[in-house]
């Protein structure tokens, strides 16, 4: 696991520092974004396999549904140093996938006094509470009501990378590929070059002109071309 430090955290279009920020405390409804590094307000990260989790809460006293309203729970899109990001709200699956990764080096790795965050999932119990992980203790989730705005409770996002490195991804990853007209195949990564990439089991015929059929279902694509590359991941995994 590693430690990055990169991108801001803004509250009306302004860069602040990530932490300790309420936000019941804004007279009007704050706008929050995540963008480009301010020297000396960058944020911590965690990598958890192609995820990277902040290590700390950026804002408290703020509800599931605060969040919600403005696209950081299932995710919105934002570009951080040039790069394209989905920012969005880890899972409890996510949250306890990290913490197990962790074991041994919890308290150093993650700001635990920053209190409770919260989590996409829904109680199966009842749909008017959302989950929230943390506190004292990484593997003991807690539910509580979408409306509840409390010192303890915050947001902790995740950045997912809208553009993935197709060569750093293990040869078989299932993956989506977006073209600049909306032309969309899925596919396992087959190949990779310098030109182009090969996705076997192909569905979809992508981009006239950008990509040719080399057999049955096994399609390669010229990388210029490629607009979004992203490995496709089950539901439950903060997938789609």
Known sequence: M?????????????????????????RETPVLELGGT??????EWLTVGHLLIATRVLIHSISWEDLDQRGLISGQEAVIDSKRYKVRTPS????????AMCVGHIQDLWYFQDGWSWCIDASTLDNRLRYL????????????????RSKPFGWRPVLEPVFEDPEA?????????????????????????????????????GKEGACRHIGDHVLCID??????????????????
């Open 38 to 43: 301010k020297p000396g307000k960058e944020i």
């Open 133 to 148: 992980c943390s506190g004292n203790n990484a593997h003991s989730p807690m539910t509580c009501s979408a409306k509840t």
């Open 92 to 99: 409890v699956k996510e949250w306890d996938e990290a913490a």
């Open 169 to 205: 991804l293990p040869s078989g990853a299932e993956v989506f590929v977006r073209f600049s007209g909306g032309e969309l195949v899925t596919g396992s990564l087959q190949e990779v070059n310098d030109y182009d990439i090969v996705l076997s089991d192909s569905n979809g015929y």
């Open 2 to 26: 590693e430690k990055k430090q990169f991108g801001s955290l803004y509250i009306n279009k302004r860069p602040v520092v990530p932490a300790g920020r309420q936000f019941d405390r804004y």
């Open 223 to 240: 990388r210029n071309a490629i607009q979004e590359l992203r490995r496709m991941r089950r539901y439950g995994d903060g997938g789609w």
